[in-house]
């Protein structure tokens, strides 16, 4: 005896929210792991593990996006990362 099951798949859309910009950190040669981590931890409240996370992509990525929000939000936060010596930037 066999049962057939007509099996609808669940998909859903998700809109990119054009009004939420990104924190990207860049690579530099200046910069030790350390400082970077810390300057996460401090400046957009990252866990340590977050922080070294994105210091590691940064290291062999180049970049990595390590805060997201509104510009007028995210603003503060990237010149606290640029007073830091850090390069980073809002797109």
Do not use: R, W
Request: proline share 2%; with cysteine.
């Amino acid at each position: 005896m066999t049962t057939k099951h007509k099996i609808k798949p669940v998909v859903e859309f998700f809109e990119k929210d054009s009004s939420l910009n990104e924190i990207i950190l860049f690579n530099d040669d200046v910069n030790t792991f350390d400082h970077v981590i810390q300057t996460l931890v401090d400046v957009c409240n990252h866990t340590y593990e977050q922080a070294e996370q994105c210091s590691i992509l940064v290291h062999y990525k180049g970049k990595c996006s390590v805060k997201t929000g509104l510009y007028e939000d995210l603003k503060p936060c990237c010149s606290k990362l640029l007073k830091a010596g850090l390069s980073a930037k809002i797109l």
